[in-house]
């Protein structure tokens, strides 16, 4: 342990020369799947490099068969310290599990790593305090609390839960500074941490707009899946749903609002539409297997199976194809606490369909940019029957989504923004 230190300390010493006003900066990340939470710090990640600054990402699980594609070229620097240790006992304790590896990742940091300027952790505030102990001014950037997101549907899960929930608050209000990812989030902060006498600030997601060009062409596909997704996107009217096959996203709304649809579609109409759902999907997760399973077995019992395409993770190329090519996006999530496939769909030129609730409230306009409906599948039918009844203005909503985007969640000023809290600490 002593040696290690030693190594910490030689190491802190050897800053190198960095460019004026840029700063050595690492992320803390649990896990770099795919996903809106993985997205959003690869991008910071990528912008923050981008403005000068160098940068490391750290992380306890880093697969290089389902993750995004900065993380595996070369694009960003990646470490992977932890990976050894569990995640669950038996599918359970995994709250347990997740704090011990994120207290590794922090303990290797602090005892192995180079000193940073900055340090950014998300998702997991467990390394906070252990990562304070390096000198470093950390960020910590709030997707949503966790203590709002686990159920308490016992009182043996709500005892198991005190420590871990009173762990959540003393470590996060440690951070030097906070942030959020909408005004929706901020308000449950509040609620959620009531003894904070910081307040967070909103630094919305963004994307890279270049990653979400339009291949109207669809002469860049290389892969044989790419080619056969693209195939279905033109030769049908493609709904497409994107999120993470975990129960909490409320996918299977999308499966019963798709077959409700055909009460209001002529028989061979319907039979020209599809609805591709697809999303992350990890077979170590026993949520993401098991629940990818109810769907299908929904789809069959809805007499739809033949007309939904299920497709369990993606890669970039193929997520562009759905986006730049289906007819409209279904974000079936409630009180989601940003969500960044709305943004992805109005930036590609796709109306969307999305809760009226949570972060979609801020980010897509009723009836200018999409349509945002009660969480219920005779409104979201409803929704997706008035669109195909009135397509040029399905495409007016598209093409106002993009303009939205661009003024608004443009990775720019994602990135500017960020670069100026870093460099203000």
Known sequence: ????????????????????????????????????????????????????????????????NHCFQETRDGTLNVEVFGDFLPRHLLGRFHILFATLRGIYLAIVILLTQSHYDVIIVDQLSVPVPILLATGSKIVFYCHFPDLKLSGRRSLMKS????????????????????????????????ETFASAKISPEVLYPSINLKSYERNESGTSTRSEEAGDLLKTLRDFTCFVSINRFERKKNIDLAVKAFARLKRDQPKDEFGKLRLIIAGGYDPRVTENVEYKRELEGLSKSLAVSDQIIFKASFSDEERSLMLSHCFAVIYTPSNEHFGIVPIEAMYSQRPVLACNSGGPTESVLHEKTGLLCEATEEDFASGMNRM??????????????????????????????????????
């Open 388 to 425: 195909l009844k009135d397509r040029s203005w399905a495409r007016e909503m598209g093409a106002n989504g993009r303009k939205r985007v661009q003024e608004n969640f443009s990775l720019d000023a994602f990135s500017q923004r960020l670069h100026e809290i870093i460099r203000s600490l």
């Open 159 to 190: 005892l198991y839960r005190l420590p871990f929930d009173w762990l959540e608050e003393f470590t996060t209000l440690l951070a030097h500074r906070i942030l959020v990812n909408s005004k929706y989030t901020a308000q449950v902060f509040h």
């Open 1 to 64: 342990m002593a040696a290690m230190w030693g190594m910490r300390r030689s190491r802190g010493g050897e800053r190198g020369k960095q460019p004026s006003g840029s700063k050595k900066v690492a992320f803390v990340h649990p896990d770099l799947g795919i996903g809106g939470a993985e997205r959003l710090v690869v991008d910071a990640a990528v912008g923050l490099q981008n403005k000068g600054h160098s940068v490391v990402m750290y992380t306890s699980h880093h697969d290089k």
